[in-house]
């Protein structure tokens, strides 16, 4: 055989994860503090969902998380979501607690024939429109999406100990080949679900022996928490349902220190509430520094509520305070916020510096908007990374876009490397072709593939360049 004909052969390297991968696990591990387990079991789930020969003919995955209370079982399953479809609700929510009674699987699958509630197939089933009835319906499940184009569900039923025991028979068949009848014998594709059980499972015996649920005590340990869970899992649950179960993850205690870190992740949270949230002639900068972390921590260490009472804490010392001030319309835009505790004092001191933050009136565009539109912004820089990650994970659309320079040829050549660089180093369009017309009146066209709200932040910096939708195929230069 010659050389030419002969095949290579290279040895996969399966052990790596793929960019995407871990793009998800890096988004979900800066917010879920302290469970390296879970964010290692989402990435899989994640992995799964996007695996094109997955077996379609059961769920991604059927995880239980189990641990103390307050250790971000059910907190992990929103920043999932949110990676996913640009938002913590982007989910399909279950409480045991609302099913205590058989008849209240009807919330989850609808009422049958002759039964008060019952829906006709097909009735108020518009694809993404969800529905009054039936969380399971395909609408609702579609709808939970929230339109985005990752086609994972993340279905949570929290607390699922307390659900009837009907539950775990209706989710038996369920995760066994992937599909279910509806109360109106509509059959529903669980392909694309994500089952995540949360339950607290064990806690109550391990509560009763060593008296610490919240934070991680000298006298309690990830191992003892472990096999108290385990043990309870088992006596809940019959077998043939733990065989469908993929995987158990036991949320660790949190010590001290983690619950620190969460303080950093619920600030920073306060801060995109700020931007998202905040008119924009009250746009500001929060700074909150160590000195005052410290302090809203403290103040909820004399309890075993750990994270519950840390937001507590938070609300009533920050939260509030920041809340009233907006409301005397004492910030304004471009105001800096500094928070800080000073010796001796009981209470946090906020100070507010005039303009302290990097915009200017002059930058706001003159309709109502959140955004600020100056690159050199920081509350913009904030905003932009968010449509940039938003934008990473939804159907781009094609815009075409002119910059018209009139009879100087050079100024147009200057304007437009100027364009391109900004389109994609720092709006993050993928600029699909560019050209340009060298004819008087001289032009600079570019076409791009980006979202509605990257556009809306271009034409805040560019407003003299003339930018429409395509809704046509790409053209054919002469």
Avoid at 145 to 155: D, K, L, M, N, Q
Avoid at 173 to 179: E, F
Avoid at 181 to 193: A, F, I, R, Y
């Amino acid at each position: 055989m010659s050389q030419a004909n002969q095949i290579k052969r290279i040895k996969l390297n399966t052990t790596q994860v793929s960019t995407k991968e871990e793009e998800f696990t890096t988004f979900v591990e800066r917010y879920l503090v302290g469970q390296p387990g879970a964010v290692s079991t989402l990435g899989r789930a994640y992995r799964t969902g996007l695996n094109p020969i997955a077996n379609s003919r059961r769920p991604i995955a059927v995880l239980i998380f189990a641990g103390p209370s307050r250790s971000g079982k059910s907190y992990s399953v929103e920043v999932a979501a949110e990676y996913c479809h640009g938002s913590r609700d982007a989910m399909v929510r279950i409480e045991g607690e609302e099913i205590q009674e058989r008849h209240e699987l009807a919330r989850l699958v609808g009422s049958p024939p002759g039964y008060i509630g019952y829906e006709k197939p097909n009735d108020k089933q518009t694809p993404g429109v969800p529905t009054t009835s039936a969380k399971l319906a395909p609408a609702n499940l579609e709808a939970s999406r929230h339109g985005s184009t990752c086609p994972i569900v993340w279905v949570r039923i929290n607390e699922v100990e307390k659900a009837h025991p009907a539950l775990f028979d209706l989710l038996l068949g369920a995760t066994d080949n992937g599909k279910l009848d509806l109360g109106n014998n509509q059959e529903v594709n669980l392909g694309k679900c994500v089952f995540v059980l949360t339950s607290n499972l064990g806690m109550r015996e391990l509560q009763q022996q060593q008296k610490a649920i919240g934070f991680l005590r000298r006298d309690t340990t990830v191992k003892d928490v472990s096999a108290s869970v385990n043990a309870a899992i088992v006596e809940k649950f019959r077998p043939e349902f733990r065989n469908r179960i993929d995987e158990v993850v036991v949320f660790n205690p949190l010590t001290r220190a983690q619950v620190r870190q969460v303080v950093d992740v619920e600030v920073s949270r306060i801060q995109d509430r700020i931007l998202s949230q905040v008119a924009s002639e009250q746009l500001f900068v929060l700074c909150v520094d160590e000195g005052a972390k410290d302090f809203i921590l403290d103040t909820a260490d004399n309890s075993a509520g750990g994270v519950a009472d840390m937001k507590r804490s938070l609300k009533r010392y920050l939260e509030d305070p920041i809340g009233n001030e907006l409301l005397k319309g004492t910030i304004n835009l471009g105001d800096k916020v500094i928070v800080t505790r000073e010796d001796g004092d009981d209470e946090l001191s906020f100070y507010l510096e005039r303009c302290g933050a990097d915009i200017t009136a002059s930058e706001i565009p003159p309709v109502p908007s959140h955004t600020a539109s100056s690159p050199d912004s920081h509350i913009f820089q904030r905003k932009l990374a968010d449509v940039k990650d938003r934008a990473s994970r939804s159907e781009r659309l094609l815009f075409d876009l002119k910059l018209v320079g009139g009879a100087d040829l050079n100024a147009v050549k200057n304007d437009s490397a100027e364009l391109v660089h900004a389109l994609k180093e720092v709006f993050g369009f993928k600029v699909v072709e560019y050209w340009l017309h060298e004819e008087e009146p001289f032009a600079f066209k570019v076409i791009v593939r980006g979202i509605e709200d990257q556009i809306a932040m271009f034409k805040d910096k560019y407003p003299h360049v003339i930018v429409t939708r395509r809704v046509i195929a790409l053209p054919k230069k002469s």
